[in-house]
């Protein structure tokens, strides 16, 4: 390459990136995830825990919401689906609008007029609870809820017209690969204004799980991972069938004064990686209870659990190190090219109630002792990739914690709050010769090769999981049982009585 050439080549690159960086602007995004151990939460109680969280390092409300939750119904309404599920969901979406309705947690551009007042948020729950049904009490749009059997995923937004293109994706890897254990992604484009009024446009996926459970299921874990990876499309892979490939790697040019695309000139492969979590113009994040503990045996009598004082010799932040999740992602195991911001809450799990007579939303609880305590709720998220020419432009983390305890979960819920770079997709998925992609990274190679038969594979399994909801149901309920069993015999009778 001539001098000129590189000159020219190097004034581009650094053009774009003043350009770029001058003209970023944020999405603030909520995503929270919660075992809800099958019970209905109370949505009272969960508005003034998430009104809390809200505030927590930030002025305003957050633009978009997604919840993930695991065991979020009982087996059975969960695999009969929307009819039977839907008052679950509706209990959050209540909850989340009794707090963003008070006056404890601003809108966006609007000062708070109480700084996180205790007394100000019970009032304005108060207000909240008697006005949710007038018009403007909702400040919260419920975009979209999808559920595979006990995990679900529900989209909130404070402007439903800044979403577009929604698409959404699931898969199953519990017993026979049923929804008992699963996941679910959601994708679409986001819209915003610039400063000077331009539009900016970025690309969002949210993907909640459920992994296997029980400490000695580690490499269970990693497989459904993996399950996730191969199987989580958003798109049927077998309409772009027709490469061997499904790992693509990047092109190299000896003309380094133009941006390269990140995939190969195949369009069939740059299909095929597009339409997986790992799509290289998309922002991802993973959150659920991915039941990552912090040994493979249970614990005995004398064990030491982790403890809450930090001048205790058993400080919680001292079992971090035998975090599973840690490990097996530092060892390419797991969760690949995600982060995590720091940590700084004890374990989620398991917890124990105690039975007092505090306040309803006051709960006292203590490590069950037969489940070494573990950090098995998370939220993780893939950064900005570095050839980016942004190299400043990260995804903030605005807080990373978990909610209080409720009585009706051995989790808690945990959540993160992040300012998130509108970036156009193809800004997101090129690349200079200055800053060329590591191959490891998962935009880049799939750790994983493509299911081709995922979707034709869980179509036929939802069929068998509708019709055992409601057998499950059926044989759950007396009434059904009695009612089951007398026309059972009414049809004997009749048949007896016609053949005889």
């Known amino acids: 390459m001539t001098v000129t050439n590189a000159t020219n080549a190097i004034t581009a690159t650094t053009a774009t990136t003043a350009t770029t960086a001058a003209a970023t602007v944020f999405v603030d995004v909520f995503i929270l995830t919660f075992n809800a151990g099958k019970e209905q939460i109370d949505p009272h109680v969960f508005a003034r825990h998430l009104r809390h969280a809200f505030a927590q390092n930030a002025?305003?409300?957050?633009?978009?919401?997604?919840?993930?939750?695991?065991?979020?119904?009982?087996?059975?309404?969960?695999?009969?689906?929307?009819?039977?599920?839907?008052?679950?969901?509706?209990?959050?979406?209540?909850?989340?609008?009794?707090?963003?309705?008070?006056?404890?947690?601003?809108?966006?551009?609007?000062?708070?007029?109480?700084?996180?007042?205790?007394?100000?948020?019970?009032?304005?729950?108060?207000?909240?609870?008697?006005?949710?049904?007038?018009?403007?009490?909702?400040?919260?749009?419920?975009?979209?809820?999808?559920?595979?059997?006990?995990?679900g995923i529900m989209l909130f937004a404070l402007d439903p017209d800044a979403l577009h293109n929604l698409k959404s994706a699931e898969v199953g890897f519990g017993a026979g690969?049923?929804?008992?254990?699963?996941?679910?992604?959601?994708?679409?484009?986001?819209?915003?204004?610039?400063d000077g009024g331009q539009e900016r446009q970025t690309e969002l996926t949210f993907v909640g799980t459920h992994l296997a459970a029980h400490e000695w299921n580690l490499e269970k874990r990693n497989k459904h991972w993996e399950s996730i990876v191969s199987g989580l499309l958003f798109e049927d892979p077998k309409k772009l069938r027709g490469s061997r490939s499904a790992t693509p790697t990047p092109r190299t040019s000896s003309d380094g004064d133009e941006r390269e695309t990140l995939l190969p000139q195949d369009p069939r492969e740059k299909a095929l990686h597009d339409i997986t979590i790992y799509k290289p113009?998309?922002?991802?994040?993973?959150?659920?209870?991915?039941?990552?503990?912090?040994?493979?045996?249970?614990?005995s009598p004398e064990s030491d659990f982790p403890g809450l004082e930090p001048e205790s010799p058993n400080y919680f932040k001292r079992f971090l190190a035998l975090d599973q999740l840690t490990l097996e992602k530092s060892a390419g195991r797991t969760l690949h090219g995600l982060h995590e911001a720091t940590i700084q809450f004890p374990p989620t799990y398991k917890l124990e109630m105690v039975d007092t007579k505090e306040a309803?939303?006051?709960?006292?609880?203590?490590?069950?002792?037969?489940?070494?305590?573990?950090?098995?709720?998370?939220?993780?998220?893939?950064?900005?990739?570095?050839?980016?020419?942004?190299?400043?432009?990260?995804?903030?983390?605005?807080?990373?914690?978990?909610?209080?305890?409720?009585r009706t979960s051995d989790h808690r819920a945990v959540f993160l709050r992040a300012r998130v770079p509108v970036l156009e997709p193809s800004i997101l998925a090129s690349f200079d010769s200055a800053h060329p992609p590591n191959s490891n990274d998962p935009r880049v190679k799939l750790p994983y090769p493509i299911d081709f038969e995922s979707w034709d594979h869980r179509a036929r399994i939802k069929k068998w999981e509708s019709v055992m909801g409601w057998c499950m149901l059926v044989s759950q309920s007396k009434q059904a049982i009695a009612l089951f069993t007398a026309l059972f015999l009414i049809g004997l009778g009749t048949w007896w009585l016609r053949w005889r």
């Not at 008992?180 to 915003?192: D, E, T, V």
């Not at 113009?281 to 614990?299: C, E, M, Q, W």
Request: aromatic share 10%; glycine share 8%.
């Open 59 to 151: 002025a305003g409300l957050p633009e978009l919401v997604v919840f993930c939750l695991q065991e979020m119904a009982p087996l059975a309404h969960s695999f009969i689906g929307s009819y039977m599920i839907n008052p679950y969901f509706q209990s959050y979406a209540s909850a989340i609008n009794l707090a963003a309705s008070g006056d404890c947690v601003a809108k966006p551009g609007r000062a708070r007029e109480r700084d996180g007042e205790e007394g100000g948020c019970l009032a304005a729950d108060q207000d909240a609870t008697q006005n949710q049904d007038e018009p403007g009490s909702s400040p919260y749009t419920l975009v979209a809820t999808r559920n595979v059997g006990l995990t």
């Open 177 to 194: 690969d049923m929804g008992n254990k699963g996941a679910l992604g959601l994708r679409m484009l986001f819209s915003k204004a610039d």
């Open 281 to 299: 113009g998309s922002h991802l994040f993973v959150a659920g209870d991915l039941n990552y503990r912090i040994s493979k045996t249970p614990p």
């Open 360 to 406: 309803h939303d006051t709960v006292s609880w203590k490590w069950a002792p037969h489940r070494w305590p573990g950090w098995c709720d998370r939220v993780l998220y893939l950064d900005i990739p570095p050839w980016v020419p942004t190299a400043s432009t990260k995804i903030d983390p605005l807080a990373y914690d978990a909610l209080p305890p409720v």
